[in-house]
């Protein structure tokens, strides 16, 4: 925008939000014409180029059961992407670790560079376009067992390596927590094998956390022959 301000003595310009004069040697030109009169003025204005960082958009807290595929996808909606309004045809890089368990980049014919892809941490180069081709549909198969919090933490970082502007390299970092869902455990208290006991026994059964059991669910069997 431009204002007129001083009571004509004066113009302030506002250019647009990521405006900048980026190709070399040119500039926004205003030209002054003073009436009455016919004098004639112009004002050359460079408005100098400045980087703007990524920015990731992540899904919340997952869960996952061992040893098994969690796929971050649009279908699925839990995608994970990646914006840079001035990056252009640049290159990034993009960092992903896991705690445990393996990553696995879903479309990578398009990334300039991929190191470890199907390992706990994998780096990529490429377009914007291509990071966020390759990250929808990445694949995290979780480990065995889980750790002792149930939870894995992913790590996932991007760097615009200072393509646009002036300012240097800028980048973004988040995490993902997906929690290990594994499988309750049972521990039941019984008489000793051999034990007499009366018609009515005590049991006692114990779940590693709460369960909903289902009538009928858990079945007992006696051995011999009553």
């Not at 920015?55 to 909606?77: C, K, M, R």
């Not at 291509?130 to 002792?148: E, I, T």
């Amino acid at each position: 925008t431009v204002a007129i301000t001083g009571g004509g003595t004066g113009l302030t310009y506002t250019p647009a939000t990521d405006y900048c004069n980026s190709l070399a040697g040119t500039t926004d030109d205003f030209t002054y014409t003073l009436t009455p009169g016919s004098a004639v003025a112009t004002v050359r204005v460079s408005v100098t180029c400045i980087n703007d960082a990524p920015a990731f958009t992540l899904p919340a807290a997952q869960i996952a059961p061992p040893a098994a595929a969690l796929v971050f996808s649009t279908g699925n909606g839990n995608a994970i992407s990646v914006a840079d309004v001035d990056a252009g045809t640049g290159l990034l890089q993009l960092e992903l670790v896991a705690e445990d368990g393996t990553l696995t980049l879903a479309d990578t014919s398009g990334l300039a560079t991929v190191t470890g892809n199907g390992s706990a941490a994998v780096a990529a180069t490429g377009t914007l376009a291509a990071l966020n081709a390759a990250v929808d549909g990445l694949s995290f198969v979780s480990p065995l067992s889980a750790p002792a919090d149930g939870v894995v933490t992913l790590s996932i970082s991007v760097n615009d390596q200072g393509n646009s502007g002036a300012g240097g390299a800028l980048s973004d970092a988040g995490t993902i927590d997906v929690a290990i869902d594994t499988a309750p455990t049972v521990t039941a208290t019984t008489p000793a094998n051999g034990a007499t006991t009366a018609d009515n026994v005590a049991l006692s059964i114990t779940f590693s956390e709460a369960v909903d059991v289902a009538a009928g669910g858990v079945t007992l069997v006696c051995g011999g022959g009553n």
